[in-house]
């Protein structure tokens, strides 16, 4: 607005106009006509990214594919829940077009990186779900496609706007990492009040190399002084993630040193752990619900307090680590949004 000689409070009637969901300037009836005219001329455009297509599982779970404006398209899930006295709506959102991660067990590393998302394509993933359920979203998690640590710029300014002009509050925020260097005490210096979940998935760096390629460029004791770190910096203690593979690192023995690993550190904090959901021409295998009880176990009598994640939205393949789609390297040309 004020590069085209217009006050301040125009920009807000636009940024209002928005945050209202306007699916074009035409739609901002606050401004005048021949702003908005101004405005469309000079090529702003607003509104969402194309619902391209959508999955409902049969647990409420809902994944959508959205096509951005080059073509390229994006998963974004909505899962709903009903808490003991108010309704959730988690979106687990991507922040990338793929990712180039390439952990072995995950679905979104086999589809390759193609681009990082700016911040509104990240921020119309909540107000897509949000506008499709017809209902407030409660919760973010910064899970779905994409490494976040390698996107910070984007990350950090949906995470703004999420906060501040949408009110999601910042402690419902999760920001999940595999691990890049420098990045968690970079983000530990910003003392958000948000959750950094770290994908830890091994006990000891031979293991953790073998599931997590990327491992070998952040050794895990180079990983957890970061975490210890970040929890200084921040006050906020990291939790982690803990992929369970059967057969891989799903044995008491991991366990037991996952327990020593985290008391080594001062960071028994809370553990998540996921059984593997399954992925297209992957070998591994989900461990049974008695291992995954015994794992737990074991944890918590070491004093570590765990939780296991549920598994959602496995029927739309919506589940975690599940988001993949053959048009991720691809731009969906024949879709392209009109100008
Ligand atoms: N890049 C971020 C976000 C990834 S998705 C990160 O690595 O943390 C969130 C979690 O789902 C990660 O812990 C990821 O390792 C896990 N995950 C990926 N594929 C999975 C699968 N097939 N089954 C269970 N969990 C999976």
Sequence with gaps: MASIGQPAYRAKQLRDGVMQGARSVHD?????????????????????????HSVSAAD???????????????????????DA????LTVCVSSQVGCPMRCTFCATGKGGFARNLLP?????????????????????????????????????????????????????????????????????????QSTLAVSIHAPNQALREEIVPSAR?????????????????SGRRVTFEYTLLAGVNDQLRHAEELAALLRRHDLRSHVNLIPWNPVDESEFQRPSRRAVQQ?????????????????????????????????QKQPLEQFAVPT
């Design 120 to 192: 509104h394509e990240i921020v119309d993933q909540v107000l897509t779900v949000q506008e499709e359920f017809g209902q407030r979203v409660s919760n973010i998690v910064f899970m779905g496609m994409g490494e976040p640590l390698l996107n910070l710029p984007s990350v950090l300014r949906a995470h703004e706007i999420l906060n501040k002009d949408i009110g999601i509050g910042a402690r419902h925020i999760t920001i999940s990492t595999v691990g890049v260097p420098n990045a968690i005490r970079r983000m530990g210096r910003l003392a958000l």
């Design 85 to 88: 006295n108010r309704r959730r």
């Design 60 to 82: 409420g779970t809902r994944k959508f594919l959205l096509q951005l404006a080059d073509g390229r398209v994006v998963e974004t899930v909505g899962i709903p829940a009903d």
């Design 28 to 52: 901002i009836t606050t401004l005048s006509k021949d702003l908005r005219a101004q405005l469309a001329e000079k090529g702003v455009r607003t509104g969402r990214s194309v619902l391209h």
């Design 217 to 233: 460029a952040y050794p895990l004791e180079a990983l957890m002084a970061d975490c210890m770190e970040y929890f200084r910096l």
């Design 295 to 327: 794992f737990a176990a074991v944890l918590e009598s070491a004093g570590v307090p765990v939780s296991l994640r549920n598994t959602r939205g496995l029927e739309a393949a919506a589940a975690c680590g599940q988001l993949r789609n053959r048009h």
